[in-house]
């Protein structure tokens, strides 16, 4: 007959690339007769990772499966099975398994910071001109990213309204995006930022924080001097 099903340990909610991540399943199963224990880890793609066979003598048999270095690929649901078979008999069929699965969650690194630059670039722009906010980023390789991913530029201003974004795969090039004040009036002044992020629609991958950098534009109205004639 089939028993109880395994239990798995508790993982954190999810974890950085390079980090260590160990799989620990325990599996208990009553007999009065003497039977063999099959147990195993399997991944998402229900390849074997590892598995233990052991004498079944009532008490509690625990496998563990270690991921060294993790990359984003080992990201998604990993299961443990066992079934029982009889050790000497081979009349007697063996168990169906009993399962138990746990997720592995990743997140995607992002320690890069966009770079602004200004298009005329100066210090204080007057009514009426155009000022082009160029933003860049290069998100490098990294053996650890060896899935494909999304990469997000936004501008805000200071209301945190969104001027311009894109998303394009990310392909470890530089990235660039603009946003253009025309006939900027007093009203445009402030601060605007640029920021990014990388995601991917991959199940049990989240997304990088999001990097931000920030400029602030000044516009000053030219000065009129008044002459009386008197």
């Not at 003598?57 to 060294?68: A, K, L, M, Q, R």
């Not at 298009?119 to 204080?124: C, D, E, G, L, R």
């Not at 309204?161 to 946003?179: E, K, M, R, V």
């Not at 992020?197 to 990088?208: E, K, L, M, Q, R």
Request: proline share 4%; net charge negative; aromatic share 8%.
């Amino acid at each position: 007959p089939n028993g109880e099903n395994p239990s798995v340990n508790q993982l954190q909610s999810y974890y950085s690339v390079g980090d260590s991540i160990t799989l620990t399943c325990t599996a208990t199963y009553p007999s009065h007769i003497t039977t063999n224990l099959n147990i195993q880890w399997l991944n998402s793609s229900n390849h074997t990772l590892h598995s233990y066979t052991g004498i079944n003598n009532n008490t509690e048999h625990t496998i563990s499966y270690t991921i060294n270095n993790v990359s984003l690929s080992d990201a998604g649901e990993y299961t443990c099975q066992y079934n029982i078979s009889s050790t000497d008999n081979s009349f007697v069929l063996s168990s169906g398994y009993m399962t138990a699965s746990t997720n592995v969650s990743i997140q995607i690194p992002n320690n890069e910071i966009p770079v602004i630059t200004l298009i005329p670039h100066q210090s204080v722009y007057g009514p009426g001109s155009d000022i082009t906010l160029s933003c860049s980023v290069t998100y490098p390789y990294s053996s650890f990213i060896d899935i494909d991913t999304n990469l997000t530029l936004q501008w805000f201003n200071s209301s945190n309204h969104t001027l311009n974004s894109s998303t394009i795969i990310n392909n470890n090039n530089g990235h660039t995006l603009t946003y253009t004040i025309s006939n900027a009036r007093l009203s445009d002044a402030g601060l605007y930022a640029c920021s990014f992020f990388i995601d991917t629609s991959i199940p049990h991958i989240v997304a990088s924080d999001t990097t931000t950098t920030s400029i602030i534009i000044d516009i000053k109205s030219k000065k009129m001097c008044l002459i009386l004639i008197l």
